[in-house]
């Protein structure tokens, strides 16, 4: 067999092998730019990140955590007053709602009032047809005048014949009979006299009157209508809106403090607000409370007088209700804005001196709007964090901004910013200090 020393040469690339090739270099070119622009991107991020946290306090994250001080505002604990507030429901109720009903039966021929009127006691309000009660009172004074001649007739029989009798000129018996007939007719003008009175008082009931102050409501008949004391409807509903009341409600727990405060003879405010509770309604003071606890809903009732000159309750109207029950007077104050929540309760971060924070456990008492009263934990004066806790540490340097002017507090002179890392020693993390409050999730960074 015969060997060829001769190499053989490789075959020349086809052109679509020289097209794959370079297909594959540039891909592999796109992805080498990309990987350092990655790296260049994230290192120049990291340090405008430190700077932020630095200059503006607008770093957060794992790069404000590791170096330098946090921006913070912080308030006083200040001496103040709380206000102790009840709040509940209530319904708005007129101290008297009257249906106007007519007392006798004719026909309406008169209305003085306009639908939504304000009308005083005693203003008259409609008229029944006075004319047949005009007769029978006519009639009834005729019946009297005749009941009257007859006892008098008989009264002067009486005299002749008690004078007769003492003459021995007829019976005693007849002299007795007239006697008899005396009071029989001493009854009957009484009679009469009674169905004056009764036809007098039918003819006052023709003339229907506001029987107390307030707005009467839609008219219920209109006139040429044949009325009765029996009409459901009655003529009118009328409401006494000034003064009026809202009945409300608070829990049982409720009734000591303020039974104490009723039989001290301090007048309790109470203010009356719409259902949204933004706009107030009506101030005025607690009137009195019912005597039984609702065993179903475990409250009781409350009953508190307004003035209403301004007409802003309205009977049936559904109103939020805000009594001061107590105010407590030079109670170590700071804002709500300042607690934090952990597993071991409420706590503030407190600023030191060196310009880091230390939780501070503290025990809270009454909450007034956007300020909460401190038992124990605090004194007057002490600094709270109000803004920025959800990013703090035990011991973590601060920047401090008071919230009164807004100036910042840099920390002292030659504290360097402190590298740390979430759960090592030092930095507040779960662990690090045994007794320290821990804070919720929401405040753990």
Known sequence: MSHDPTPQKKPEPTPGDRRRRRRIGFIVAVLLVAAVGGIYWDTHTGVNAIRAAGGRGGGRGRFAQMNGPLPVVAQPAQKGDINIYLNGLGTVTPLAT???RSQISGLLVEIHFEEGQMVNKGDLLAVIDPRPYQVALEQAKGQLLQAQAQLKEAQVDLARYVKLAEQDSIAGQQVD???????QYEGLVQVDQSAIDSASLNLTYCHITAPVSGRVGLRQVDIGNYVTPGDS??????????????????????????STRINSGIKIPVDAYDRMQVHKLASGTLGTIDNEVDPSTGTFKLRALFPNDDLQLFPN????????????????????????????????????PDSTVASRAVTL?????????????????????????????????????????????????????????????????????????????????
Not at 177 to 183: D, I, K, M, S
Not at 332 to 347: K, M, N, Y
Not at 369 to 385: K, Q
């Open 233 to 258: 409807g009655g003529l009118v509903v009328l409401a006494e809106l000034k003064p009026i009341t809202v009945i409300f409600t608070l829990p049982e727990d409720d009734i000591p403090g303020v």
């Open 98 to 100: 009257v249906t106007v």
């Open 177 to 183: 009979t007239q006697r008899a007939l005396v009071t």
């Open 317 to 352: 109207q559904f109103v939020n209700v805000r009594m001061l029950l107590d105010v407590h007077k030079d109670a170590t104050v700071i804002p709500s804005s300042a607690i934090e929540r952990g597993q071991q309760g409420a706590f503030v971060y407190l600023v030191k």
């Open 365 to 445: 008492g009454t909450t007034e709007g956007e300020r909460v009263e401190v038992l124990s934990g605090l004194a007057i004066g002490d600094r709270v964090v109000t803004d920025g806790g959800d990013r703090l540490k035990e011991g973590q340097d601060v920047i401090v901004q008071d919230s009164e002017n807004g100036s910042s507090t840099p920390p002292p002179a030659g504290t360097p910013g402190r590298r740390r890392r979430n759960g090592a020693p030092g930095d507040g993390g779960p662990g690090s200090k045994a007794g320290a409050p821990q804070t919720s999730t929401s405040a753990q960074n």
